[in-house]
């Protein structure tokens, strides 16, 4: 079973609009972190940021912003007013401490942002 | 202060010749991860070492893939014999103490092509 879901493959949305990237895990643990990365064309990942499963508070970084909702095992990314430098691809990861092999380090499919001038 | 540091960042070979990639993690770093990247299978964890120790080769494909790390400055992923499956972008990750569960630091990759 898929640990991590990114159902959005593709994104295209107009410079400056706000866009919302989604990221659904699964896990049986009550410990887990969940990070976003993200992957410019040039191709090196990013780390963007790290959540552990007791802090629920959301995030903001300047235009980013990060939605954890444990109700919903979601952890949802996103970006506004988007800028052509935010086109990349992103991930999603999950990483159970518990689950052995790396500390369980499960990525997702990544979605890939692109940003129209 | 210096990243990741990988290398060949590409290597195009012929099926059946050996291949090698090579990573310098960044200093003081005591994980060290090596994942492939392809468009069907995504990421995926290849083995990972800490304190120069492997750890988890699970995720290591089969007897061609072998991966060494000799000291804390230095890992090499070796395949032999090379097959045109395993082209991929084969990137190098590095952590302080905290395993998986903290930042990964990434190398910008090697992409291998097999023909």
């Known amino acids: 079973a898929q640990k991590v879901t990114q159902a959005q493959t593709e994104i295209s949305v107009v410079e400056k609009e706000d866009v919302t990237l989604d990221c659904v895990y699964e896990?049986?643990?009550?410990?887990?972190?969940l990070f976003w990365y993200k992957q410019p064309p040039s191709g090196e990942l990013v780390f963007l940021i790290r959540?552990?499963?007791?802090?629920?508070q959301n995030e903001i970084s300047g235009r980013y912003s990060w939605n954890f909702q444990k109700s919903t095992s979601s952890f949802n990314f996103t970006i506004t007013a988007s800028q052509v430098v935010d086109s990349a691809v992103y991930f999603c990861a999950l990483s159970e401490p518990a689950g052995g092999g790396a500390d369980g380090l499960t990525f997702g499919k990544g979605t890939h942002l692109i940003i129209q001038p | 202060d210096a990243g990741v540091i990988q290398s060949p960042r590409h290597e195009v070979t012929e099926m059946g010749q050996e291949v090698t990639l090579r990573c310098k993690p960044i200093?003081?770093?005591?994980?060290l991860f090596w994942y492939r990247q392809t468009m069907m299978r995504g990421l995926e964890l290849l083995i990972y070492?800490?304190?120069?120790?492997?750890?988890?080769d699970s995720g290591m494909p089969e007897d061609r893939f072998s991966a060494k790390m000799p000291n804390a400055s230095f890992s090499t992923l070796k395949i032999q014999p090379s097959e045109p499956r395993d082209s991929a972008v084969y990137f190098c990750?590095?952590?302080?103490?905290?395993?998986?569960?903290?930042?990964?630091?990434f190398g910008e990759g090697s992409r291998l092509t097999v023909l």
């Open positions: 200093s003081g770093h005591d994980y």
């Open positions: 070492f800490n304190n120069n120790v492997p750890i988890d």
């Open positions: 896990t049986r643990d009550t410990t887990y972190y």
């Open positions: 959540r552990n499963s007791f802090d629920e």
């Open positions: 990750a590095s952590s302080l103490g905290q395993g998986a569960t903290g930042e990964l630091f």
